[in-house]
């Protein structure tokens, strides 16, 4: 099956600063999707970016689909920014997100 | 107006029980999902289903098997419960009017407790 890599698995930051945190996959898929999970257990779409750029406010996020690895951005990073986020791919005609592990991102005031 | 929803949020029962988290979603999606994650934070799809097909991730035991009485619930019935069955079960849905790639929704994440 499809392998998602996330790096880093920690990062800690002190508010108003700037991250990237990178998703790599082993094959070529046609979803791929970024997601917040808050400290309160809730998973949140963030983007839906199997290739391309997308932005939303101080989010964005690149996916290089022949290189087979994506980016999300994070600028100006706030304290209700923390939470894990994950990378989850999927391929062919089905829905069925295959997740990375997950960064652990933790913004300090 | 809660997209998807589940019940109940927390749950705790003994081994051996039979249990049952319910789920429900009103974006008129047609595909819905179980997934679980374990308390290394790591999220696993156990089944996916439309009203055509089901597919269930061949690790999943038999003693997990959603029930859909119609488009919008996708229900878990979990039997002979375990300790290792404690993890927070996520419900999810999606449109495949997109034949290639669709945006998923979660639920708010059904926490169960197995003692």
């Known amino acids: 099956g499809i392998q998602v890599e996330q790096s880093p698995p920690d990062l800690i930051l002190q508010e108003g600063a700037n991250s990237t945190l990178r998703c790599n996959f082993s094959?070529?898929?046609?979803?791929l999707q970024w997601f917040h999970q808050n400290p309160w257990g809730q998973l949140i779409n963030l983007f839906y970016?199997?290739?391309g750029t997308k932005q939303n406010g101080r989010l964005s996020a690149t996916t290089v689909a022949t290189e087979r690895y994506s980016l999300l951005y994070i600028s100006s990073s706030q304290t209700t920014d923390s939470g894990v986020y994950f990378c989850?791919?999927?391929?062919?005609?089905?829905?069925?997100?295959?997740f990375g592990k997950g960064t652990k991102l933790s913004v300090k005031p | 107006d809660t997209a998807v929803s589940q019940t109940p949020k927390y749950l705790v029962t003994q081994m051996g029980n039979d249990k049952s988290i319910k789920c429900e979603q009103n974006?008129?999606?047609?595909?819905m999902y179980w997934y679980k994650q374990d308390s290394k934070k790591f999220l696993k799809i156990m089944f996916s289903?439309?009203?055509?097909?089901?597919?269930i991730n061949e690790t999943v035991p038999n003693r997990f098997s959603p029930k859909s009485p119609d488009k919008a619930h996708l229900n878990l019935h979990i039997n002979s419960l375990e300790l290792g069955d404690s993890a927070v079960y996520f419900c999810?849905?999606?449109?495949?009017?997109?034949?290639?790639?669709?945006?998923?929704?979660f639920g708010e994440g059904s926490w169960l407790t197995v003692v």
């Open positions: 289903y439309n009203n055509k097909e089901l597919i």
């Open positions: 974006l008129g999606h047609d595909t």
């Open positions: 970016i199997p290739s």
């Open positions: 999810a849905s999606s449109t495949r009017e997109r034949i290639y790639g669709n945006t998923i929704y």
């Open positions: 989850a791919v999927a391929r062919g005609s089905q829905g069925n997100l295959i």
């Open positions: 094959d070529s898929v046609n979803n």
